[in-house]
């Protein structure tokens, strides 16, 4: 009796190995998609590209609007100096700086005119600037954005150059204070 306890101990402890083999095994199958399967695609995450669109729209406006003040500042600029030039006072400096930047507005003006034929087509985007084909709005973004560094390599820092000049003439000839 005690030789049959033993093997049926022996044999349930193989049934219970088997048992436990089995069931750490799956019963379904499944598949995963193969590299040609179109069924599904995953979708790109258009919100950087989005970002940018705007990010350029923004810079494009501004744009715009600086070189639609600039005649008028021009015009400031050149009284400054006429002024000064009527009271014998050297606006060289000044009249130098505004020269350059003159010349570098008539040369950024025709970039940013052609920008405005890509914002107003915004090709691969819809007016809220959503992405609506991926491809042709990432060569938009492109396009603006090699639109936008040609407009600023052409104004060169001239701006900033002037307005430091008319700073340093301002500096230069100021009225002495009366202290009371």
């Known amino acids: 009796m005690f030789k049959n306890n033993v093997i049926s101990k022996k044999v349930l402890l193989a049934v219970l190995i088997f048992a436990v083999g089995l069931a750490a095994f799956p019963m379904t199958s499944s598949h995963a998609a ?24 923004t810079a494009y406006e501004r744009a715009v609007t600086l070189l639609d003040k600039a005649d008028g500042m021009i015009s400031r600029v050149r009284d400054l100096i006429n002024r000064a030039d009527g009271k014998g006072w050297d606006a060289s400096a000044v009249q130098t700086a505004l020269d350059a930047f003159r010349n570098a507005v008539q040369d950024a003006r025709p970039i940013i005119n052609s920008a405005n034929g890509i914002v107003t087509s915004h090709q691969g985007f819809d007016a809220d600037g959503k992405v609506t084909d991926r491809t042709q709005a990432i060569g ?17 820092g001239t701006g900033q150059a002037l307005r430091e000049a008319i700073q340093t003439f301002r500096a230069a000839h100021r009225p002495a204070s009366t202290a009371p």
């Open 34 to 57: 193969g590299l040609g399967d179109e069924s599904n695609p995953p979708q790109p995450d258009n919100t950087r590209l989005e970002t940018i669109w705007a990010r350029e729209l």
């Open 140 to 156: 938009t973004v492109k396009e603006l954005g090699q639109h936008l560094k040609d407009a600023r390599a052409a104004m060169g």
